[in-house]
């Protein structure tokens, strides 16, 4: 069972960009298909933008031309780069296999973007 971390979110204006990183321990990383997702309170996990072991992505509409989702295999960590971002981006994001979860859930990095 991998463990994943997450980082680098925090506040933001409206049209700034923050770049969140996910550290995970896994042996086969690079071949594993990740994703970013988020969640509101009260509102269920989405997934944002997912990356596969053969760097084939995609993105919700919603994030599509703003977000990217690199990963570096060497380090065993996946960015998620968020760009004009806009306050329906506020949410706590959490990285984890895609397009369904399997390794348990990384505490999280708080996104807040301000109007």
């Known amino acids: 069972q991998a463990q994943l971390v997450e980082s680098g979110g925090g506040l933001v204006q409206a049209g700034g960009s923050l770049r969140l990183t996910c550290v995970v321990s896994s042996a086969i990383f690079a071949i594993e298909n990740l994703g970013w997702y988020r969640q509101t309170p009260g509102m269920h996990r989405e997934l944002v933008a997912s990356?596969?072991?053969?760097?084939?992505?995609n993105y919700a509409d919603s994030v599509k031309g703003r977000f990217t989702i690199p990963r570096d295999n060497a380090k065993n960590k996946l960015d998620l780069q968020m760009n004009t971002q806009k306050p329906e981006d506020t949410a706590v994001y959490y990285c984890n296999t895609a397009p369904m979860w399997y390794y348990s859930w990384g505490q999280g990095t708080q996104v807040t973007v301000s109007s």
């Open positions: 990356i596969t072991g053969t760097r084939s992505t």
